[in-house]
């Protein structure tokens, strides 16, 4: 563990954190010294994250929760508020994908989305700001997308949801500034996680290979993010080196926002 960037003493709660961009935030954040909650519906993949960290020499601990249910909710805050005594940092990455356009979304699929993408950030936010207030202020991070700020296609939902999550960035910094609260907001384009390995292998069995290339190459750089290069973002924004950061979206994409024309 190094001094620049450290998250010593600090209490970490990281949302979606059993696998993917999760995943990484919760070891890159545990390395750096912090004490991490990991939240997922996956019980498996959260013990098994939370146990790898402790292996490396980390702290971490997994509380199985569903982000969409208001009482799952405020029951694993309370828990890990009473267990750590404060909150620094909150990380609300957890979120589900849909491919559709306006007309072929059902309502169902709209409610699915909703219920995690837009209202799990607002039950962790209603939660957790009041145990960052009693903390004496912290980070707020959400993890939006490029399909926050542009169109893609038949990506309505979640889209829309990412929108949601950029615009309660904004609010959040705006109402809590005054209580040392900042709220930042990434915006990953393709990032390869077991999402993108399974989306490929039940979609198109046998081209998978083929397919990576050709989603990889829609991203200017040429290839997709890694989770880690995710996580050392979130890790820079959630520490005190970014502490006259507030109220900010940082794409990181491969250039896909501003050079793709």
Same mark, same amino acid.
Do not use: W
């Given at each position: 563990? &190094?001094?620049?960037?450290?998250?010593?003493?600090?209490?970490?709660?990281?949302?979606?954190?059993?696998?993917?961009?999760?995943?990484?935030?919760?070891?890159?954040?545990?390395?750096?010294?912090?004490?991490?909650?990991?939240?997922?519906?996956?019980?498996?993949?959260?013990?098994?994250?939370?146990?790898?960290?402790?292996?490396?020499?980390?702290?971490?601990? #997994?509380?199985?929760?569903?982000?969409? *249910?208001?009482?799952?909710?405020?029951?694993?805050?309370?828990?890990?508020?009473?267990?750590?005594?404060?909150?620094?940092? !909150?990380?609300?990455?957890?979120?589900?994908?849909?491919?559709?356009?306006?007309?072929?979304?059902?309502?169902?699929? !709209?409610?699915?989305?909703?219920?995690?993408?837009?209202?799990?950030?607002?039950?962790? !936010?209603? #939660?957790?700001?009041?145990?960052?207030?009693? *903390?004496?202020?912290?980070?707020?991070?959400?993890?939006?997308?490029?399909? *926050?700020? &542009?169109?893609?296609?038949?990506?309505?939902?979640?889209?829309?949801?990412?929108?949601?999550? !950029?615009?309660?960035?904004? *609010?959040?910094?705006?109402?809590?500034?005054?209580?040392?609260?900042?709220?930042?907001?990434?915006?990953?384009?393709?990032?390869?996680?077991?999402?993108?390995?399974?989306?490929?292998?039940?979609?198109?069995?046998?081209?998978?290979?083929?397919?990576?290339?050709?989603?990889?190459?829609?991203?200017?750089?040429?290839?997709?993010?890694?989770?880690?290069?995710?996580?050392?973002?979130?890790?820079?924004?959630?520490?005190?080196?970014?502490?006259?950061? &507030?109220?900010?979206?940082?794409?990181?994409?491969?250039?896909?926002?501003?050079?793709?024309?």
């Amino acid at each position: 563990m &190094t001094s620049l960037f450290s998250l010593e003493n600090k209490t970490a709660i990281v949302t979606g954190g059993a696998k993917g961009i999760g995943q990484s935030i919760c070891e890159v954040f545990a390395r750096q010294g912090a004490r991490v909650f990991l939240l997922d519906v996956d019980e498996e993949g959260g013990e098994q994250t939370a146990l790898k960290i402790r292996q490396d020499g980390g702290s971490a601990v #997994f509380k199985k929760c569903n982000v969409a *249910s208001h009482e799952e909710t405020g029951q694993a805050f309370k828990q890990i508020f009473q267990e750590a005594g404060q909150l620094d940092i !909150l990380v609300n990455n957890a979120g589900v994908a849909h491919i559709g356009n306006a007309e072929t979304t059902t309502e169902a699929d !709209l409610d699915r989305i909703y219920q995690v993408n837009i209202k799990g950030i607002y039950n962790c !936010l209603h #939660f957790g700001l009041p145990l960052m207030k009693q *903390s004496g202020g912290g980070a707020i991070l959400n993890m939006a997308s490029v399909a *926050s700020v &542009t169109g893609i296609s038949d990506r309505f939902a979640y889209s829309m949801s990412k929108g949601a999550v !950029l615009a309660m960035a904004y *609010s959040v910094a705006k109402d809590y500034i005054a209580d040392n609260i900042r709220c930042n907001a990434i915006g990953p384009g393709r990032v390869h996680t077991p999402f993108v390995d399974g989306y490929l292998r039940n979609t198109y069995p046998g081209r998978e290979q083929e397919m990576y290339d050709k989603l990889a190459k829609t991203q200017p750089i040429g290839r997709m993010g890694e989770p880690e290069e995710i996580a050392q973002l979130a890790l820079y924004l959630c520490s005190d080196e970014a502490g006259f950061i &507030t109220g900010a979206f940082y794409p990181i994409d491969g250039g896909f926002i501003t050079l793709n024309t």
